[in-house]
């Protein structure tokens, strides 16, 4: 089995940062993509930010040059260093996880760490 852990939610004002942390433990063979998705009520998860166990970034349009993605690779640690936040960036941020075991891949969620944006 493999944990994720995420810290770093909370509640900051419009044009505020946050710093998200994802520690993966437990079975990991082999760590892949880790990412952050992000949840807000009425509305589908969607893709905030995904890196490669290369280091490939991808964002998504509405936080590109506002959010950085980085990872721990000795730590299995993902990181997501959200800038100018907006309200529209509130939400439940999820940290995903692929974990290959020979050649199976197997992704895994995070609890959810709620980020609120006032304006």
């Known amino acids: 089995q493999v944990q994720l852990v995420e810290s770093g939610g909370g509640l900051v004002q419009a044009g505020g940062s946050l710093r998200l942390s994802c520690a993966a433990s437990?079975?990991?063979?082999?760590?892949?993509?880790m990412g952050w998705y992000r949840q807000a009520p009425g509305k589908q998860r969607e893709l905030v930010a995904g890196?490669?166990?290369?280091?490939?970034?991808n964002y998504a349009d509405s936080v590109k040059g506002r959010f950085t993605i980085s990872r721990d690779n000795a730590k299995n640690t993902v990181f997501l260093q959200m800038n100018s936040l907006k309200p529209e960036d509130a939400a439940v941020y999820y940290c995903?996880?692929?974990?290959?075991?020979?050649?199976?891949?197997?992704?895994?969620w995070g609890q959810g760490t709620q980020v609120t944006v006032s304006s």
């Open positions: 995903k996880a692929e974990v290959q075991r020979g050649v199976v891949i197997y992704d895994y």
């Open positions: 437990g079975s990991i063979f082999r760590l892949n993509a």
């Open positions: 890196i490669t166990s290369g280091g490939s970034i």
